[in-house]
């Protein structure tokens, strides 16, 4: 069920990157579907599946953007580890505890893209605070609506937590 | 492998390593072939898996702008439709208005042309109601006594004589027709130069009498004013001979139709005839 979810997700991150892609090019810089995704997963704690959902969500953000194949892949398994890691010592459940770890998703995500495109092109991302700032802040406030949606139209938490071990 | 499968879910973090270690491969390979501007297998298989999303979304799209240009087409050609169906009724109308205009004109001008013919002055004016279904056949005008018009004027269009006025007011005259029971012109043949009267039938025709039997008429023969009556001038066209039967006693039956056709007519000439002064009408030797 959890990876029911997850799959539909994607459907829905890859439809609305397809729709900011063919008609708002210029929307992506502002916002990144597959974070909220990511968080949304990986909020239950299971680190291995959240490791698993940004390799898969990553990949195919990849194969539609990015300078290079596997870049998204590899921030968004950082962020889904992260976050799952931190939701397996710690129960944050609600809205601005979601909207603070996608917050905190968007800023690793986007640090980790930087020191990559540094790394493997030799290149600086040209307005990269700026960027970042307001895709934290439009991605978050979405997210959060997003979640708040699912609450309420679920009425239950998104992703059952597992409270796996983890090996911190 | 059973060491794997116990060490890994007792270790993610060695599974994330792993994995991030697998992607940056992944990376440095790709980011080596993009400048080929080729893609890696795995890459064109991820792309080729999730492709429907994006063909999808770019058929929904276009598809969707197709439907709202369409209606936005359809919208204005909706307008332009209306504003053309506006802009024909228009046209429509200042095309009856010039058509009824020219027809004025025409007939304005043929009544002119034929009021030049007489040397009596004339005046012009309208016939602003006609009754021909009643037993006294009359028409009514739209200029009277204002405009010089009298009692006893004739009343006549292109087509021949239409009647003499009975009736003035300031601003109308009424006139009565040539079919009229009551009335009798002094006429003559065209052809034969024979004179009789010609009497109103009260049924839209008109009967000559006082034609002996002897006479020289014929089916198709003109009918002129004779200019005897003191009334109307000579040489006015007033009917066209339909019948001439052999009377009982010494006169023939000769049955008319009028020159005019009553039901059309719009503009007419009215003739200020010199009239036969009272008393030399009244004078008997």
Known sequence: MRWLRFAIGLLIALTLHSVFDSFFPNALAFFNPYVILIVYYSMGGNVFGAIFAGVIAGLVQDAYSGPFFGLHAFSLTVCAYTVASINSRLVLRGTLAFGACLVGAVIVNEMVIYVLVNILLK?????????????????????MLVYQLLTLFLREEPIEATRRPSGW | MAVTADVIPRRPTLLLIVVLGLLFVLMSLSSRTRVGETRTMFERTVMTLFSPVPKAVNWIGRNTADMYHGYLDMRRAVNENLELHRKVGQLTTENIQLRQSEGDLSRVRSLLAYSEQFSI???????????????????????????????NDAVVNANGLIGRVVLTTKDMAKVQIVTDGNSAVGVLIERSRRQGVLRGDGAGGAQLYDISSNADVVEGDVVLTAGIDGIYPKGIPVAIVTKVEKGADLFKNIGTKPTVDFGSIEEVIVLHTRKVPGEVARYVP
């Open chain 1, 123 to 143: 290149q600086k991302i040209e307005m990269f605070e700026q960027g970042m700032i307001v895709k934290t802040l439009f991605t978050g406030l979405f997210g």
């Open chain 2, 121 to 151: 002055p004339t005046a012009m004016a309208q016939a602003i109601m006609l009754d021909t279904s009643s037993r006294f056949k009359s028409m009514v005008l739209d200029r009277g006594s204002n405009a010089g018009i009298e009692v």
